[in-house]
Structure formats: C-alpha cells, structure tokens
T-cell receptor, first 111, second 112 residues
Framework: EPEVTQTPSHQVTQMGQEVILRCVPISNHLYFYWYRQILGQKVEFLVSFYNNEISEKSEIFDDQFSVERPDGSNFTLKIRSTKLEDSAMYFC?????????FGQGTRLTVV | KQEVTQIPAALSVPEGENLVLNCSFTDSAIYNLQWFRQDPGKGLTSLLLIQSSQREQTSGRLNASLDKSSGRSTLYIAASQPGDSATYLCAVYGGSQGNLIFGKGTKLSVKP
C-alpha cells in the first residue's frame, strides 16, 4: 500500500543550526503539507504546497521556514536557525481529493 | 476561525465494550472530516473519511457519523480490544482554510 515516508525519524540539533526534514509523498498525490505537533498539544498546520509553490501557510511558518520540492519525488522542510521551541514532531502529508495521508513523523529535538 | 473539540479527553474501558468518541466543530462549512489514530510517539493513521455530503462511513468495527448542521461527529468502536488503545484524533478540512484543523484527541485505553 502506498505510504508517505519521512526521514530521519529522529533528529537532534543544536540551537541555531539549520535542519532539513525530508518526505516522499505518495506518488499520484498533488497536494503536500507539513504539520507539527508539540508534545501534549494539537497537531498544527504549517504549510501546503501545490504545483511547485506554497498555496497556504500558517502564522507559525515564518521566514525561518522554507519548503522545496527539489525533484519529482522529495518534499523538504528547512528550518534555517532552530530555536528550542521548534522541538516537536513534524509530519508530512499528501492528499488526493482532500483525503490526507500522513507519514510517521520526524521527532526534532533542539538542545 | 474553525475550532475542533473532542470529548472526552481520556477514556478507559474494559475489553469488549462498545464506545463512542465525540468531536465537535464550530464552522459547519467543511469539505470533509477525518478520524485518525495515533499511537504514542508515532504518526497519524487515517481511519475514516466522511465527505460533507455523507452521514456516515464504516470500516470494520469502526463507524463514524457526521451531522454537519450541528457541527458534530462521532466515532463508534464496537467490541473494543486492547489493541484499540491509542489516541483518536478528529480533523476537519475546509471552511476558510485549505488544510486540516485538528482536535486535541481522545486517549483511549482498553483494559484486558
């Protein structure tokens, strides 16, 4: 069964460092998303991406964040200079007909 | 702004019981509603999707209903098993946002 895959599963980084989280969406899906979940809190929307550009972003998605689809299969989230409060589980999702499928997540720990 | 609330926050039941999880949302202009399962420290597994034009969807022991006009959905789990223990999340798509808005979830524990 097709699935969204994310790498790495866990990343530890020092405050101020750049991180890139990687995702391979389901191949025939056209919409891609990043969400995050801070421990004990709701899953929150960060950004959606369609037709090689950002279609929507939340207030959380500031200039420190960027997304890219560098080739036909990968979708990445870059955090330019990580802060302690960026520690969270980051989920990639892709959708068709507004039915979203999520990856297993990347747990980002900023120390 | 769309808000999604799930009640109860936690639920503990003995194995074999039928149970209902509740989800409410403030803006009835939704495209669809999804129920997810999340195991501790893991990703989100999509369980059921109900389109806005539908009233319910069934998958195995799970049945989800949607009453869009009252802003409510329920997830019914029949004959619960210890393996059903997880957090169940409700999320709505649509309204003014083109993305999913999540509730905080109901943490279910099924005791053997």
């Amino acid at each position: 069964e097709p699935e969204v895959t994310q790498t790495p599963s866990h990343q530890v980084t020092q405050m101020g460092q750049e991180v890139i989280l990687r995702c391979v969406p389901i191949s025939n899906h056209l919409y891609f998303y990043w969400y995050r979940q801070i421990l004990g809190q709701k899953v929150e929307f960060l950004v959606s991406f369609y037709n090689n550009e950002i279609s929507e972003k939340s207030e959380i998605f500031d200039d420190q964040f960027s997304v890219e689809r560098p080739d036909g299969s990968n979708f990445t989230l870059k955090i330019r200079s990580t802060k302690l409060e960026d520690s969270a589980m980051y989920f990639c999702a892709s959708s068709v007909d507004r039915w979203a499928f999520f990856g297993q997540g990347t747990r980002l720990t900023v120390v | 702004k769309q808000e999604v609330t799930q009640i109860p926050a936690a639920l503990s039941v003995p194995e074999g019981e039928n149970l209902v999880l509740n989800c409410s949302f403030t803006d009835s202009a939704i495209y669809n509603l999804q129920w997810f399962r999340q195991d501790p420290g893991k990703g989100l597994t999509s369980l059921l999707l109900i389109q806005s034009s539908q009233r319910e969807q069934t998958s195995g022991r799970l049945n989800a209903s949607l009453d869009k006009s009252s802003g409510r959905s329920t997830l019914y789990i029949a004959a619960s098993q210890p393996g059903d223990s997880a957090t169940y999340l409700c999320a709505v798509y649509g309204g003014s946002q083109g993305n999913l808005i999540f509730g905080k979830g109901t943490k279910l524990s099924v005791k053997p």
